[in-house]
């Protein structure tokens, strides 16, 4: 790092490490102060998103996701509490318990299949449509917030670098 750059709180973190680690070949501070970065822009994400939705009086976040997973997930405009349970990655049970809310909240529906009773269908209601889209793009408000100190550019290569760890670690 050159000497006129400013330094923040993960340089120090890594310089106490490199001072401790100094004879050690196996540390890489580079590599120490990438993932520490990284971890530090997604608990601040994190945290962002949970002062937000402590805020609302209208949505959870546990519910929130619930819409999130039924409006993006891959069938066409429905999915069994099942689907909806695994995407989200919880249990049954507490899927049923968001799923009771969002019923009474009126933001889904939850019918019985018309070609098979025995299967329960989730749909997402007008007012569920609405209220995800508005809490959708107040999370990509609060997303691009977090990365406005980089350009357009900056982000690109971000992105090229970033693409190329994943590439890696999915190989």
């Known amino acids: 790092m050159a000497q006129d750059e400013e330094q923040d709180s993960v340089d120090h973190h890594v ?11 196996a ?9 520490v970065r990284m971890n530090f ?43 909806l349970a695994e995407a989200a990655k919880v249990t049954r049970a ?26 329960v269908l989730i749909r997402p209601t007008s007012a569920g449509r609405a209220m995800w889209s508005k809490y959708i793009f107040e999370g990509m408000a609060r997303d691009q917030r977090l990365l406005r100190a980089l350009s357009h550019e900056e982000l690109i290569q971000l992105n090229v670098l970033l693409r190329k760890v994943v590439l890696d670690l999915e190989s």
């Open 94 to 119: 507490a899927m049923t318990s968001r799923l009771d809310r969002l019923v009474a909240a009126e933001l889904v529906t939850r019918e019985n299949d018309e070609t098979d009773r025995r299967r």
């Open 15 to 25: 310089a106490r490490w490199a001072a401790f680690w100094k004879n050690e070949p």
């Open 41 to 83: 822009i997604q608990r601040e994400a994190r945290r962002a998103d949970a002062v937000a939705f402590a805020e609302s009086r209208e949505l959870t976040s546990e519910d929130y996701k619930t819409l999130h997973v039924l409006m993006i997930q891959p069938w066409p405009i429905e999915a069994t509490p099942a689907q």
């Open 27 to 35: 540390f890489a501070p580079e590599v120490e102060g990438a993932l």
